[in-house]
C-alpha cells in the first residue's frame, strides 16, 4: 500500500491531554488509519475510546503528541480552523450536532457563501449558482437558501452542514458521529447521501461511529477502537462475518437485533477502564471472556492476520477450539 495513495493518513499518533493537578490522559495511544479516495472508513468503539480526539487530531484541531498526520502526504499543522493553510481546506469535519455548528440567525444561503468566499474558488457573482448546486447535492431544494437553519428538521439540518463542507470541494471529510443526533429514517437517509457524495465526488471519508450497525451498512473498512488504540481494521464484509478480535465480537454481539427474540444487551459487560490509568497487558483483558496469563501482563501488538486484517490479540482467533 503506497501512502501516495491515501488521502488521509494517521501515523502512530498519540495524544495526551494535559490536566491540571490530575494525571495526564492519553486518549490516544498510538493509533493508524489510513482514507483513501472515495473510500469510507468507519471507526468505532464505545464512548470515551478516543474517536473524537482521533478526529480532532486528523483534522488539525489538536496536535498529537507523537505520531504524523499526513492530508495528500503534507503534514496537518493543528493551527485552527480559521488560520489554516489554502492546502488544508480540502480537509473538512462535520460534527454531531449541526444545530451547534450553524448559526441560527444567518440564512442557509449566506453560510453557504461564506464557506466559498473562505475557498476563493468561486468568484462572487457565481455563488448563488453554486449555493443551490450544494443544496442540490445534498437533496435539499434550491429555496432553503432564503431559510433559517430552525426551520428545518435535524436531518435537514445535517444536510446543511454536509453542504457547507462540500463548499470547500473536499477530498477529504472527517465526520464524527454526523448520524448519532438523528431519527433512524433521516439517519439512513444521510447514510445512503454520504455513499453517493463518496462515491460520485470521489471523497475520502473517515467516518466516527460508536454504532456499528451504521457503519456496516456504509463503510468499506472499519477501525474498531478500544481505549486509545485500535485492536482490529479490515474490509467491513470480513470483519463483519468474521470478527477476529473479542472486543470486535462483543461490539457485534451488542447491536440490538431487529426482532425481539434474538436481542441482545445494547452495553457491553463491564466498565470501560479509566484511560488515565489503563489496565496493564492488553487493555480489554478485564473485561475479555477468554483473557488468559499473558494477556494480563503483555500489550499484543497490532498484527497483519491476512491481508488487509490487523488484530492486537494474543488469541489467533483461528486456533481458539470450538
Ligand atoms: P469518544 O469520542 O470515543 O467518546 P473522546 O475522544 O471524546 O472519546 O475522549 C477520549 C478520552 O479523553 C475520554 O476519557 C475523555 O474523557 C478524555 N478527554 C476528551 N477531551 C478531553 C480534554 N479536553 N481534556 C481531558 N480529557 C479529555
Ligand atoms: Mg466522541
Same mark, same amino acid.
Given at each position: 500500500?503506497?501512502?501516495?495513495?491515501? %488521502? /488521509?493518513?494517521? &501515523?502512530?499518533?498519540?495524544?495526551?491531554? $494535559?490536566? +491540571?493537578?490530575?494525571?495526564?490522559?492519553? !486518549?490516544?495511544?498510538?493509533?493508524?488509519?489510513?482514507? @483513501?479516495?472515495?473510500?469510507?472508513?468507519?471507526?468505532?468503539? #464505545?464512548?470515551?475510546?478516543? &474517536?473524537?480526539?482521533?478526529?480532532?487530531? =486528523?483534522?488539525?484541531?489538536?496536535?498529537?503528541?507523537?505520531?504524523?498526520?499526513?492530508?495528500?502526504?503534507?503534514?496537518? @499543522?493543528?493551527?485552527?480552523?480559521?488560520?489554516?493553510?489554502?492546502?488544508?481546506?480540502?480537509?473538512?469535519?462535520?460534527?454531531?450536532?449541526?444545530?451547534?455548528?450553524?448559526?441560527?440567525? +444567518?440564512?442557509?444561503?449566506?453560510?453557504? =457563501?461564506?464557506?466559498?468566499? *473562505?475557498?476563493?474558488?468561486?468568484?462572487?457573482?457565481?455563488?448563488?449558482?453554486?449555493?443551490?448546486?450544494?443544496?442540490?447535492?445534498?437533496?435539499?431544494?434550491?429555496?432553503?437558501?432564503?431559510?433559517?437553519?430552525?426551520?428545518?428538521?435535524?436531518?435537514?439540518?445535517?444536510?446543511?452542514?454536509? %453542504?457547507?463542507?462540500?463548499?470547500?470541494?473536499?477530498?477529504?471529510?472527517?465526520?464524527?458521529?454526523?448520524?448519532?443526533?438523528?431519527?433512524?429514517?433521516?439517519?439512513? $437517509?444521510?447514510?445512503?447521501?454520504?455513499?453517493? /457524495?463518496? +462515491?460520485?465526488?470521489?471523497?475520502?471519508? /473517515?467516518?466516527?461511529?460508536?454504532?456499528?450497525?451504521?457503519?456496516?451498512?456504509?463503510?468499506? #473498512?472499519?477501525?474498531?477502537?478500544?481505549?486509545?488504540?485500535?485492536?482490529?481494521?479490515?474490509?467491513?464484509?470480513?470483519?463483519?462475518?468474521?470478527? +477476529?478480535?473479542?472486543?470486535?465480537?462483543? /461490539?457485534?454481539?451488542? *447491536?440490538?437485533? !431487529?426482532?425481539? #427474540?434474538?436481542?441482545?444487551?445494547?452495553?457491553?459487560?463491564?466498565?470501560?477502564?479509566?484511560?488515565? %490509568?489503563?489496565?496493564?497487558?492488553?487493555?480489554?483483558?478485564?473485561?475479555?471472556?477468554? =483473557?488468559?496469563?499473558?494477556?494480563?501482563?503483555?500489550?499484543?501488538?497490532?498484527?497483519?492476520?491476512?491481508?488487509?486484517?490487523?488484530? !492486537?490479540?494474543?488469541?489467533?482467533?483461528?486456533?481458539?477450539? %470450538?
Amino acid at each position: 500500500m503506497s501512502s501516495e495513495a491515501n %488521502a /488521509l493518513e494517521l &501515523k502512530d499518533v498519540e495524544i495526551v491531554y $494535559q490536566r +491540571r493537578h490530575r494525571t495526564p490522559v492519553r !486518549a490516544v495511544a498510538g493509533a493508524s488509519i489510513a482514507v @483513501k479516495p472515495g473510500q469510507i472508513v468507519g471507526l468505532v468503539g #464505545e464512548s470515551g475510546c478516543g &474517536k473524537s480526539t482521533l478526529a480532532r487530531a =486528523a483534522v488539525g484541531l489538536v496536535a498529537p503528541s507523537a505520531g504524523s498526520v499526513l492530508f495528500h502526504g503534507e503534514p496537518v @499543522k493543528p493551527l485552527g480552523l480559521r488560520s489554516r493553510p489554502a492546502s488544508l481546506t480540502g480537509l473538512q469535519m462535520v460534527f454531531q450536532d449541526p444545530q451547534s455548528s450553524l448559526n441560527p440567525r +444567518r440564512t442557509v444561503g449566506s453560510q453557504l =457563501a461564506d464557506a466559498l468566499e *473562505i475557498v476563493r474558488r468561486t468568484p462572487r457573482s457565481g455563488h448563488p449558482a453554486r449555493v443551490s448546486e450544494l443544496l442540490e447535492q445534498v437533496g435539499l431544494p434550491a429555496s432553503a437558501s432564503s431559510r433559517y437553519p430552525h426551520q428545518f428538521s435535524g436531518g435537514q439540518r445535517q444536510r446543511i452542514a454536509i %453542504a457547507r463542507a462540500l463548499a470547500a470541494d473536499p477530498t477529504v471529510m472527517v465526520l464524527d458521529e454526523p448520524l448519532s443526533a438523528l431519527d433512524a429514517s433521516a439517519q439512513a $437517509q444521510v447514510a445512503n447521501l454520504l455513499v453517493r /457524495l463518496c +462515491r460520485d465526488l470521489d471523497i475520502g471519508m /473517515l467516518l466516527i461511529s460508536h454504532d456499528l450497525a451504521i457503519v456496516n451498512q456504509v463503510a468499506d #473498512e472499519v477501525a474498531v477502537m478500544y481505549l486509545g488504540l485500535i485492536v482490529e481494521q479490515g474490509p467491513t464484509g470480513e470483519l463483519w462475518r468474521t470478527p +477476529r478480535h473479542p472486543y470486535t465480537e462483543a /461490539l457485534i454481539g451488542a *447491536i440490538p437485533q !431487529a426482532d425481539g #427474540e434474538h436481542s441482545q444487551p445494547t452495553v457491553l459487560p463491564g466498565e470501560v477502564p479509566n484511560p488515565a %490509568a489503563p489496565p496493564a497487558g492488553c487493555r480489554f483483558h478485564p473485561r475479555c471472556p477468554l =483473557a488468559f496469563d499473558r494477556c494480563r501482563t503483555d500489550a499484543p501488538p497490532l498484527l497483519t492476520v491476512e491481508p488487509g486484517r490487523t488484530q !492486537a490479540c494474543w488469541l489467533q482467533r483461528a486456533d481458539v477450539p %470450538a
